[in-house]
């Protein structure tokens, strides 16, 4: 028979044998998470590149020929969902406006509705968890409060800027501190480990196959659909595990512990990997999954919209020193803090009022999730019917 000491020795034993194993298995989660994590960046980056390769010239043209600010602000929306991308869309507004094709006054609108397009992207993976309804109820709110956020800020001040033109001074104010600053640049390190994946797949369907751009942009964006479909699925579930084993709590203490420190992390995670649609993407399936809620998702989003212009002023920075021109100089920097101080005074205003935000998501979302139809409406609409409708009557 064992003796006291002897039976807690197989105990002890035991229990060291189950949590190597334990942590073993939490380990093998966390790495199929980071593969699940570059598989589905590598997808919203082929979404985009997709977008490019049959949207590009339509949306450089809506671009150059809008005559008012009204249907400059629904061609930014509209160029903006075509491309996929506001970084994009805003390097075209800033060439345009260097090129003296543009005014600032008028590359402002277009600035907010880029601002207003991006966010088609999160709002498009949200509708992959379209099957399960819980899931995608929380996760068609954690896109679309980023919608009603944008939303909201362009119903407020692009009636004032177009009576009191405050963007644009605050712009010009900032471009008169900065001015005489140039040779900023910055490489984002998720472009070292994603482009040439999304590079190489371009280069293998064009040029060794020799697809024409549309069709090799019609199966990029089938593949990717089906990439993004499939890694969230298994990411969900596999957060769904780790959630139960206490890795929500360690979410919840240390990244999105105050609503401060979730608009710290969106706006540095944005403005390192350089790309508000990968970051504001990401945080889709973790609400979906019930690990963070919307409550500390939506302030993630809104320093995530602020980390996204850093890029921007980086960029025009950097042109500063390389175009050695005054005219493009001044203007490519001003439409980069316009850009700033559009988000800025958005962020300012809504969140203190960020109840109506995220209400507004909430019901819409409860709406979706009882009749799917209405998702599918409310992105149709918003990005593309309605923005199509004003630029085809508007000219």
Not at 298 to 318: E, K
Request: net charge positive.
């Amino acid at each position: 028979m064992l003796t006291l000491s002897r039976r807690i020795a197989v105990v002890s034993r035991l229990w060291g044998w189950m949590t190597k194993g334990h942590k073993l298995k939490q380990g093998l989660k966390i790495l199929v998470i980071l593969v699940l994590l570059y598989f589905f960046l590598i997808s919203i980056k082929l979404i985009g590149t997709s977008f490019q390769l049959f949207g590009r010239g339509f949306a450089e043209q809506l671009i150059s020929s809008y005559s008012n600010p009204f249907l400059g602000l629904f061609t930014g929306i509209l160029a903006t969902s075509l491309v996929q991308s506001s970084s994009t869309v805003t390097s075209l507004i800033v060439g345009l406006v260097g090129g003296g094709v543009l005014s600032v006054e008028y590359a402002i609108p277009l600035v907010m509705g880029a601002n207003m397009g991006t966010t088609i992207t999160n709002t498009l993976v949200s509708l992959t968890f379209v099957t399960r309804k819980a899931d995608f109820r929380r996760a068609f709110a954690a896109a679309t409060v980023h919608d009603f956020f944008n939303l909201c800020t362009i119903i407020v001040f692009f009636p004032l800027e177009i009576k009191f033109h405050l963007i644009q001074k605050s712009a010009l104010f900032l471009t008169q501190i900065f001015e005489g600053i140039g040779g900023v640049t910055f490489v984002s390190p998720l472009k070292w480990v994603i482009d040439p994946v999304a590079k190489g797949f371009q280069h293998f369907l064009i040029n060794i196959l020799s697809l024409p751009e549309t069709v090799a942009g019609i199966i990029m964006l089938i593949t990717a659909a089906v990439v993004v479909i499939a890694s969230l699925v298994y990411l969900v579930r596999t957060l769904r595990s780790l959630t139960i084993n206490q890795a929500e709590n360690s979410i919840d203490r240390y990244l999105f512990a105050n609503a401060f420190a979730a608009m710290l992390l969106g706006l540095v995670l944005t403005a390192v990997v350089q790309s508000s649609s990968v970051t504001t993407s990401l945080i889709v399936p973790l609400v979906a999954a019930g690990v963070v809620a919307l409550n500390r998702a939506y302030p993630f989003t809104l320093g995530a919209n602020i980390g996204t212009t850093v890029t921007a002023i980086m960029a025009s920075l950097a042109t500063v020193s390389a175009i050695n021109g005054q005219m493009a100089t001044t203007v490519g920097v001003t439409v980069a803090f316009a850009h700033l101080s559009f988000n800025v005074y958005g962020v300012a205003l809504f969140y203190p009022l960020r109840w109506l935000p995220i209400f507004l998501a909430t019901r819409l979302a409860r709406i979706a999730a009882e009749s799917k139809k209405w998702a599918i409406i409310f992105v149709l609409m918003v990005f593309y019917i309605l923005p199509l409708i004003v630029v085809l009557v508007a000219r």
